[in-house]
T-cell receptor, first 111, second 113 residues
């Protein structure tokens, strides 16, 4: 398995609270991604990073922000969680922008 | 942007039979097409991929075919086994820097012993 660790693996939070999910990699890959997975929608890209401090928006970026201060860490922040952000979140990494490898996921429930 | 459609959404086969999952894409600029297998409670696992300069690729019991003219690609699993039961996702991208994957909606494959 690719060296990707997501934390936490499960989280329940209340509407309106901030939440940060962490993705940590040991592969020194350049590209990192955050996807969300919802029934019937497959996986949809939230944000991605192509280097330290270099990030860009994906298909469903509203309500999310990201930061990458080190090659190995990519943080996803929900500034004020809403029930529509209840989902399973996956981090992925890629060395040169082709083959992408996924972490085990974080199940987030917003109540 | 790219749109990927995947069919069927569920597929049930008898052990030993073949399974075929089909995807279509909309952006003719897409040139990289991976397939992922996701088991319950786990992240998607890359099982095979194909690039637009190749029409077919095989890896043991798994094969992928690509028809660029028709903009569709398929996953073929032969001699299915119970451990093949999972959700399978197709995806498409331009395979360049950033490689933003657009995923299909997934196919739940059930292999009955």
């Amino acid at each position: 398995d690719a060296g990707i660790t997501q934390s936490p693996r499960h989280k329940v939070t209340e509407t309106g609270t901030p939440v940060t999910l962490r993705c940590h990699q040991t592969e020194n890959h350049r590209y990192m991604y955050w996807y969300r997975q919802d029934p019937g929608h497959g996986l949809r890209l939230i944000h991605y990073s192509y280097g330290v401090k270099d990030t860009d928006k994906g298909e469903v970026s509203d309500g999310y922000s990201v930061s990458r201060s080190k090659t190995e860490d990519f943080l996803l922040t929900l500034e004020s969680a809403t029930s529509s952000q209840t989902s399973v979140y996956f981090c992925a990494i890629s060395a040169w922008g082709a083959e992408a490898f996924f972490g085990q996921g974080t199940r987030l429930t917003v109540v | 942007g790219e749109n990927v459609e995947q069919h069927p959404s569920t597929l049930s086969v008898q052990e030993g039979d073949s399974a075929v999952i089909k995807c279509t894409y909309s952006d003719s600029a897409s040139n990289y097409f991976p397939w992922y297998k996701q088991e319950l409670g786990k992240g998607p696992q890359l099982i095979i991929d194909i690039r637009s300069n190749v029409g077919e690729k095989k890896d043991q019991r798994i094969a992928v075919t690509l028809n660029k003219t028709a903009k569709h690609f398929s996953l073929h699993i032969t001699e299915t086994q119970p451990e093949d039961s999972a959700v399978y996702f197709c995806a498409a991208s331009m395979g360049n820097a950033g490689n933003m994957l657009t995923f299909g909606g997934g196919t739940r494959l059930m292999v009955k012993p």
